[in-house]
């Protein structure tokens, strides 16, 4: 798959399919969109998911805003779904406040040349998001491209979105955040060396300080899924500050379930499964001890079930 900040001039010849949007998160609705494009690699057209490096509202509101997943993961996810090209188009005012028909004739038609596009019905863009599907489809007669307005994917009666997710994400509802993403949501990280307290109880734990722009779930326990290299360790995970030791730092401290090895310096990839507990701080290591025997005989039994169902 092709990466990139530019929207790229493709040959004379060189059609293509695509879909725009912010993409944060590439959940289900995301996913269904790109399906749909994928269906044009039958009539050789080079598929192309159009998003921006930033949130618009992030450019507009000066407000920086957590995202689902950071550019490098949804660029890795993007292409595990088969997209040949991303674009993460910069920004800029210059775009800010390019007119709705000039970017489909700049960037869709003349660098792109595209034969088919695939939105939702609610997209919006241009400059004061006056662009929308009716625009497109008129301007498709005009330029020769047809237009797809694909209809949502719900939950209930709720359409999944980024902000649904994100909703669920807030509230700890990790089970129904997997659900409308389609995936376990989880953060990546190099495993840093702390305080190595875990160890003077018993429970060594691999630490990583997750990228400063992921959204969390709540501060607290979570059971939780590690790949490192080519292993996978079940085990649960603190999300917070470590409150009984004083951290100032939000990180992810994971005890690994079976595993005695030297991890320092690996990226780990959590992955989240099932909210346990809220972060407490407690009196002494102790009784910080004695909670972490509990919360993992409750990670084993949940991750020995998972097993037996698969």
Do not use: W
């Amino acid at each position: 798959m092709i990466y990139t900040n530019e929207v790229p001039v493709l040959k004379a010849q060189e059609r293509s399919a695509v879909t725009l949007g912010k993409f944060d998160g590439l959940h289900r609705g995301h996913q269904k969109l790109i399906a749909c494009m994928k269906q044009k690699k039958k009539e050789n057209c080079t598929t192309v998911v159009f998003t921006f490096d930033v949130s618009p509202l992030v450019k507009l509101y000066h407000k920086p805003a957590k995202t689902l997943l950071t550019n490098e993961e949804r660029q890795e996810l993007a292409e595990n779904l088969g997209v040949d090209v991303l674009i993460a188009c910069p920004f800029t005012d210059a775009v800010m406040n390019m007119e709705a028909e000039e970017f489909v004739k700049e960037f869709l038609v003349k660098r792109l040349h595209v034969s088919y596009l695939a939105v939702g019905p609610d997209f919006r863009f241009g400059h004061e998001r006056k662009g929308n599907p009716e625009l497109l489809k008129q301007m498709g007669t005009q330029y020769d491209f047809t237009v797809e307005v694909v209809e949502k994917l719900t939950d209930g009666t709720r359409e999944i979105s980024s902000t649904y997710v994100r909703e669920e994400l807030e509230e700890g509802h990790i089970e129904k955040v997997n659900a409308l993403l389609g995936y376990q949501y989880f953060t990546r990280g190099e495993i840093v060396h702390g305080r190595q307290l875990g160890r003077t109880i018993g429970v060594p734990t691999a630490n990583l300080i997750p990228p400063v722009s992921k959204k969390f779930p709540p501060n607290g326990v979570y059971l939780t899924r590690s790949k490192i290299g080519e292993k996978e360790y079940d085990g649960i995970s603190n999300v917070g500050y470590k409150p009984t030791v004083k951290e100032n730092f939000l990180g992810v401290e994971t005890y690994l379930f079976n595993c005695n090895e030297d991890l320092y310096g690996q990226e780990a990839e959590v992955r989240f499964y099932h909210y346990l507990r809220p972060e407490r701080k407690f009196a002494s290591l102790l009784e910080l001890k004695g909670q972490l025997d509990i919360d993992m005989a409750k990670g084993r039994q949940f991750f020995a079930d998972l097993h037996e169902k698969l």
